[in-house]
């Protein structure tokens, strides 16, 4: 079943609930947001915050995990400018960078003037991740997500710097697994299971894949008795703030000179348009496993904020979803594969709840997303998203960007 | 003197772990093993796995949930769901659980209890109350019927105990995921009703709401829910608040051992200079 005000359905990876109308988890968390007194949240916000101000000066206040999209030029305002702390940003590098990345990544250190430290991990080894997440899991993306939520721990623990401020917390704002009321905040249980799809780096050794303990390192967690001394703790903006992804960005653009980018599949020209990969081949693989792509989750994410009605979305949805394989040569050329060799890992991972093989070993998939309309009239419109003009740099437009400069 | 035990639980629902709140919102959390593994490692007691799935009289228990997730820890664990024959008693234990907990048949088929209590021993049996404030007292719940069963609760201890179980799992209804703290009225007619080791369920939200129980009425131990997913390390940060005034378990990875927390059980910092402390290793330097 699918959620009868948003389009989420009841297979969605991170687990969903649904209520006596038909209405998920994650609508009735998101109708919190009009109850909370947000003034309220901003007072516990800064107050929460007041005790990791460092009072003599000798060391950052919080880390900032950034990347050259998602909601960090929001966070980092919101962390530097108006809750007034000294951060630390960390940038886990991607390999997959677009040249819009690395210039909005250069631009935010400039607006905000804050320091920033990047992990970049020997192209070789992500390779060989890589090549051993698609065979195991079907994701391309794996490792950027291993990167992203573990490097922002190692430099809270290695410069004992104890708060980490994240933006949205991705289950509570997709499917309600947790009410704003409980204020959750990361764990290391949560990134296993949820981010990492149920397999941390040390899982990831084996011979067939040429992985060894000391190829995983750069990705291996901080030990628990390093984070109690330090007292590690991160915790997530949009239990604080109303969080409305899409209107952030419309305020950066405005401010800041934030860039978006063009898109294939999807309407939403502001997340992710760091990367080559996500909007894409991530895309495909989420509908071969999941049977839906990110154009379902912007969609919802619009229609909970009032951007977009159901019906408008629908179409849009239908239109832009990925159900075969997209022109992959700038993943396969990095990665070493052919596109045969894409296309049979593609299919080891198809979920049979969605896709049946036809006897001439063609894939079909078996909901397109037809939906019951009624009486609606068909009209479908994707919300409108600001496409700014592209800034002028030196790096390449056409390929993945290792280390951009970001500037001319 | 005996430690007060600082449970945790693991309620699942048709296989996946879940928040529940008043026993009728579930939110998913994930995979139970997972919450077992991590749990053990942040110091639990003991861990209630508590499988809710609602089914007719002849399915069996969840076995495979079961030897999934007591796999995953040394803690002892307590397993609980649709066991209705002392065989699933038996059979509960050879898989790894450490005790059984009987629910819904310690109304409907009292005599299950004498039975798994004479042949596994009554250490082995939790008789589990799940309680609603009637009109004028205090009344066993039935989950699945959603409603009360009229049964006072007093009575129906006094019966569990009578029938030979080790010990009492009480959980408020109402408290269930509040974060509000226990019903401590509850606590204090349970009390009252039965000799037993009493483990009370139901509404913790903050270190205080154990401490405030533990300083009124001694109870065996006390078992977390929904606030165990909200924050890092959860059962070892409760602990590090609880050290100091009670007597309980402190083996754990992580240690808090110099953090103050807010009243509302969150970590606060160390001080500038303590931080500044750990971030260099000092070498005396040597005078000869």
């Known amino acids: 079943m699918r959620c009868h005000r948003c389009l989420y359905p009841e297979t969605h990876p991170l687990g969903i ?130 990167g992203q939520t573990v490097f922002p721990v190692q430099v809270a623990a290695r410069f004992k710097i104890p708060l980490i401020i994240w933006g949205a917390h991705q289950g509570v704002d997709q499917v309600g697994m947790f009410s704003h009321y409980d204020e959750v905040e990361m764990t290391r249980r949560y990134r296993h299971e949820h981010d990492l799809m149920g397999l941390e780096p040390e899982d990831l050794l084996c011979d067939f894949d040429q992985l060894s303990e000391s190829d995983v390192e750069s990705l291996l967690y901080p030990e628990d008795e390093l984070l109690a001394q330090v007292g590690v703790r991160g915790i997530y903006l949009n239990n604080f703030l109303r ?81 075969e394989c997209p022109d992959a040569e700038l993943f396969l050329n990095w990665i070493g594969m052919t596109p045969n060799g894409l296309q049979f890992i593609a299919d080891q991972h198809r979920n049979p709840e969605f896709w049946y093989q036809e006897v001439d070993g063609n894939w079909v998939f078996k909901d397109p997303l037809e939906f019951d309309l009624g009486s609606v009239e068909k009209s479908f419109a994707a919300p409108k998203y600001l496409l700014t003009r592209p800034g002028k740099s030196s790096d390449p437009a056409d390929r993945f960007i290792l280390f951009g400069r970001g500037v001319e | ?159 569990c105990e009578a029938l030979g179980a080790g010990e009492i ?29 009493l483990v009370v369920s139901g509404g913790v939200g903050r270190p205080s709401n154990i401490a405030g129980l533990i300083d009124q009425f001694n109870v065996s131990g006390v078992c977390i829910g929904n606030r165990l997913n909200h924050v890092e390390h959860c059962l070892a940060v409760i602990k590090s608040a609880l050290a100091s005034r009670t007597n309980i378990r402190t083996e754990t990875l992580a240690v808090y051992r110099d953090h103050q927390l807010t009243d509302q059980g969150r970590l606060l910092p160390l001080d500038d200079d303590a931080l500044h402390e750990l971030v260099y290793e000092r070498f005396v330097k040597e005078v000869i």
């Open chain 1, 17 to 146: 609930s649904f209520n006596q109308d038909g209405i998920c988890s994650g609508c009735v968390i998101h109708d919190e947001k009009n109850e909370i007194d947000w003034a309220e949240k901003w007072n516990d916000l800064q107050t929460l915050v007041a005790h990791y101000r460092s009072a003599s000066g000798r060391n950052y206040d919080c880390i900032v995990p950034v990347s050259g999209a998602r909601d960090s030029f929001f966070i980092v305002h919101t962390v530097k400018n108006l809750l007034q702390l000294n951060p630390l940003c960390v940038t886990y590098n991607t390999h997959f960078n677009t040249t819009t990345g690395a210039r909005n990544l250069a631009r935010l250190r400039k607006v905000f003037d804050v320091d920033l430290i990047t992990l970049t991990v020997d192209p070789h080894i992500v390779k060989k991740i890589t090549r051993a997440t698609l065979r195991r899991l079907g994701s391309v993306q794996w490792h950027c997500i291993a």
């Open chain 2, 169 to 197: 799992l009480i959980r408020s209804v109402e408290k269930d995921g509040s974060l509000e703290g226990f019903d401590l009225e509850l606590v204090n007619e349970a009390t009252e009703a039965t000799s037993l080791p």
């Open chain 1, 243 to 323: 969080w409305d992804s899409k209107s952030q960005h419309e305020e950066m653009i405005r401010l800041f000179g934030f860039e978006s980018a063009p898109r294939k599949s999807t309407f939403d020209l502001y997340r992710d348009i760091d990367s080559w990969v996500y909007n894409g081949l991530h895309d495909f693989f989420k509908v071969v496993k999941h049977g839906y792509s990110s154009v379902l989750d912007a969609a919802t994410r619009d229609i909970r904020l009032g951007h977009v009605t159901r019906s408008q979305a629908l179409g849009v949805v239908s239109e832009l979803t990925p159900f």
């Open chain 2, 1 to 159: 003197m005996l430690k007060t035990r600082i449970c945790a639980s693991v309620v699942c629902l048709n296989g996946v772990a879940v928040q529940t709140r008043g026993f009728t919102f579930f939110q998913e959390v994930g995979r139970p093993s997972l919450s077992v593994s991590y749990f053990d490692r942040w110091g639990a007691d003991e861990i209630f796995l508590l499988d809710i799935t609602p089914s007719d009289h002849s399915q069996l228990p969840d076995f495979k949930l079961l030897r999934d997730c007591a796999c995953q820890t040394l803690s002892p664990l307590a397993f609980g769901g649709r066991i209705q024959h002392v065989d699933h008693a038996i059979q509960a234990i050879s898989l790894g659980a450490d005790k059984v907990v009987i629910n819904t048949a310690a109304v409907s088929n009292p005599d299950l209890i004498v039975k798994i209590a004479n042949k596994l021993g009554s250490q082995s049996v939790i008789a589990s109350v799940d309680v609603i404030a009637g009109e004028s007292r205090f009344e066993v719940y039935d989950w699945r019927d959603s409603k009360s069963t009229g049964l006072p609760v007093a009575e129906h201890l006094q019966r």
